[in-house]
Nanobody, 121 residues
Framework: QVQLVESGGGLVQAGGSLRLSCLASGIIFSIDAMKWYRQGPGRQRELVAGITSGTNTTYADSVKGRFTISRGNAKNTVYLQMNSLKPEDTAVYYC???????????????WGQGTQVTVSS
């Protein structure tokens, strides 16, 4: 099993910044991709940003130029730097990781418990 622990959420005023962190631990041989999703009040969960093992990145159009996803040196940590935050960024942010337990294993997707980000106007 893999455990994901997120941190860094909180309350911030519009225009402010937050940095989310997600640490993956457990039986991990390889991580294929690490992503951040979010789910706002009354909305469906949506992909915010993703980064592959090759450090290719992808972003939702709504966050391009404001958010940056990166991986830590240990490769089992992913960060989401969020700048110029807007009230519409208010949501629970979830870490999502695809990993394998050993060479040749299938990849399994894991979710974190979520961290609340609230942006006040």
């Amino acid at each position: 099993q893999v455990q994901l622990v997120e941190s860094g959420g909180g309350l911030v005023q519009a225009g402010g910044s937050l940095r989310l962190s997600c640490l993956a631990s457990g039986i991990i041989f390889s991580i294929d991709a690490m992503k951040w999703y979010r789910q706002g009040p009354g909305r469906q969960r949506e992909l915010v940003a993703g980064i592959t093992s090759g450090t290719n990145t992808t972003y939702a159009d709504s966050v391009k130029g404001r958010f940056t996803i990166s991986r830590g040196n240990a490769k089992n940590t992913v960060y989401l730097q969020m700048n110029s935050l807007k009230p519409e960024d208010t949501a629970v942010y979830y870490c999502n990781v695809r990993s394998s337990r050993y060479n040749g294993d299938v990849y399994t997707t894991y979710w974190g418990q979520g961290t609340q980000v609230t942006v006040s106007s």
